[in-house]
């Protein structure tokens, strides 16, 4: 069993910032990939970013690249999404994911963590 546990969410103003923490803990297994996705109200999940764990290797959605920034801390099997600029369309429940492929769909998923971001 695999669970990831996603903390940082909370209430911001418009133009401010917030940190997402994602822990990964269970049973060991091999991540290529960790991302994070949010889904708003009465929206399909979206992409938001992701990082090839074995080299850091980054990806983002254009609507939050240069603002957000996704990183990783192997020893704590910890992957991190730095917010910057945020703006009231971030808000979503913002949720952490795991692939244990190059290919394919995300295996495990988060519970996801909530972000509002008032104007």
């Known amino acids: 069993q695999v669970q990831l546990v996603e903390s940082g969410g909370g209430l911001v103003q418009a133009g401010g910032s917030l940190r997402l923490s994602c822990a990964a803990s269970g049973r060991t297994f091999s991540r290529h990939y960790m991302g994070w996705f949010r889904q708003a109200p009465g929206k399909e999940r979206e992409f938001v970013a992701t990082?090839?764990?074995?080299?850091?290797?980054?990806y983002y959605a254009d609507s939050v690249k240069g603002r957000f920034t996704i990183s990783r801390a192997m020893a704590k099997n910890t992957v991190f999404l730095e917010m910057n600029s945020l703006r009231p369309e971030d808000t979503a429940v913002y949720y952490c994911?795991?692939?244990?492929?190059?290919?394919?769909?995300?295996?495990?998923w988060g519970q996801g963590t909530q972000v509002t971001v008032s104007s």
């Open positions: 994911a795991a692939r244990e492929s190059s290919i394919g769909p995300y295996d495990y």
């Open positions: 990082i090839i764990w074995s080299d850091g290797s980054t």
